[in-house]
């Protein structure tokens, strides 16, 4: 149950994170660089962890976060793990997308 709830709340940051890409074009200009996905994973990652540290959890399970040694590793820890994964995954450029508007496909063989 734990490992298909954890599955879930993944598919629904990431579906959070589809929506923000698709309405603000200025988030897709910055994820046109391998440097940009690095900047918005560094500020996804922690959002995540924030609202579900400080906001979910605390609502769900009744208890407040304690702000321990692991609790700054997970923080800092959705930068690569979660974030990375969800921000270049959805940012990708995909065979017919509107990136690819525009070019002439090469053709091959003779």
């Not at 629904?12 to 988030?27: D, E, K, N, T």
């Not at 906001?55 to 800092?76: H, T």
Request: glycine letters at 10%.
């Amino acid at each position: 149950m734990g490992l298909l709830l954890h599955c879930a709340v993944a598919l629904g940051w990431s579906a959070v994170f589809l929506a923000l890409y698709l309405a603000w074009p200025r988030l897709r200009r910055a994820l046109a660089s391998p440097r940009g996905v690095l900047a918005v994973a560094a500020l996804y990652g922690p959002a995540i962890w924030l609202v579900m540290s400080l906001a979910v959890i605390p609502l769900l399970g009744g208890r407040p976060p304690a702000f321990v040694f692991r609790w700054w590793v997970q923080l800092v820890g959705h930068i690569p793990f979660v974030a990375v994964p969800i921000v270049a995954m959805i940012s990708r450029p995909t065979v017919g997308s509107a990136r690819d508007a525009g070019r002439t496909p090469v053709a091959s063989g003779a």
